[in-house]
């Protein structure tokens, strides 16, 4: 299963401020090939299709709006938040009866529900904790799938979390200077790195974040 994609188009196509070449109009592009290279990624022929749709978005939907863009399966989709239970948040695609959701914990990805390998549950607190201070330490996550049987398995994953240099996010309706910070984790089943760039105060503005294998990377952009 897939989220209904806003356009065909594929990974790269994120450059919703995109007017130019810079890299602080191209900044969920630069993330992605930054953790998938030496892969090829692919750029689209038309942005401003993103960016029509990003627009309407913004104009039409009160309240947080996201853009998630889906690695594998080469597909965009505008969401909304549609429920928050403490300091989780479940989005929806906008503008769409489609209940297959992502959930987040300040930013970072805690579960999924509808899609292939969904995500269960997640213990994320250690690496929250360094990320939305935006200092260096090591942390240990847990994430739980569903497998094709409908079994529930746990990864438990070592991480590394490097604090990096200062960059501009400029996306949607935001504008603010970013820190990134790199998480580069091991576990016995796969190795992954996930990326966030995170403000002044502790909120992740964009990530690219390992969900499964099914989709693989996963970027999440902050519209407002």
């Not at 996306?171 to 576990?187: H, K, P, W």
């Not at 992954?192 to 294998?213: A, E, P």
Request: one cysteine or more.
């Amino acid at each position: 299963m897939r989220f209904a994609p806003i356009a065909v188009l594929v990974i790269a196509g994120l450059s919703i401020a995109a007017c130019s070449n810079t890299r602080k109009d191209r900044p969920g592009l630069a993330m992605v090939q930054a953790l998938l290279k030496p892969k090829p990624v692919a750029v689209v022929s038309d942005p401003q299709q993103v960016s029509q749709a990003v627009s309407e978005a913004l104009n039409a939907i009160d309240g947080p709006l996201a853009l998630a863009t889906f690695e594998k399966t080469n597909n965009n989709v505008v969401l909304r938040e549609i429920a928050v239970n403490g300091s989780h948040r479940t989005w929806a695609s906008a503008g769409s009866a489609d209940r297959r959701s992502l959930t987040t914990r300040h930013g970072v990805l805690t579960a999924t529900r509808g899609l292939h390998q969904d995500l269960l549950s997640s213990d994320v607190s250690q690496t929250l904790a360094l990320v939305k201070a935006r200092r260096s330490g090591t942390a240990t996550r847990v994430q739980r799938y569903l497998d094709g049987e409908d079994l529930i398995y746990e990864v438990t994953a070592t991480c590394s979390i490097v604090r990096g240099g200062q960059t501009q996010v400029q996306v949607g309706r935001i504008n603010r200077t970013a820190t990134e910070m790199t998480e580069t984790c091991q576990s016995a089943e796969r190795n992954f790195t996930n990326l966030y760039r995170v403000d002044g105060s502790g909120r992740i503005l964009q990530s690219v974040q390992w969900l499964n294998d099914f989709y693989g990377t996963t970027v999440i952009q902050q519209l407002r």
